[in-house]
Nanobody, 118 residues
Framework: QVQLVESGGGLVQAGGSLRLSCAASGRIFSTKYLGWYRQAPGKQRELVARITRGGTTDYADSVKGRFTIDRDNAKNTVYLQMNSLSHEDTAVYYC????????????WGRGTQVTVSS
């Protein structure tokens, strides 16, 4: 089992920055990726960014150059630095752990709201 707890969401003006944190506990050694997804009102949940233990990253095209994901393996924490935020970034952001093996394959945090004022 893996537990994920997000923090750092809030209200920010357009053009501003926000840094999200996700503290992971449990069977972290069995994770393939830690990452961030988001879901805006009326839209599907989508991958924002993910990172392996070794530091390999994937980003959604919509956030490349603006968002940066990083991971502190010693603290079992993953971060999402969000810069140049726009109203379109408004969503609930969820921390995600994808497991190497086993069931369930994915674990989720409860989410943290990010609201960007226009």
């Amino acid at each position: 089992q893996v537990q994920l707890v997000e923090s750092g969401g809030g209200l920010v003006q357009a053009g501003g920055s926000l840094r999200l944190s996700c503290a992971a506990s449990g069977r972290i050694f069995s994770t393939k990726y830690l990452g961030w997804y988001r879901q805006a009102p009326g839209k599907q949940r989508e991958l924002v960014a993910r990172i392996t233990r070794g530091g390999t990253t994937d980003y959604a095209d919509s956030v490349k150059g603006r968002f940066t994901i990083d991971r502190d393996n010693a603290k079992n924490t993953v971060y999402l630095q969000m810069n140049s935020l726009s109203h379109e970034d408004t969503a609930v952001y969820y921390c995600n752990a994808e497991m190497l093996v086993g069931s369930p394959r994915d674990y989720w945090g409860r989410g943290t709201q990010v609201t960007v004022s226009s």
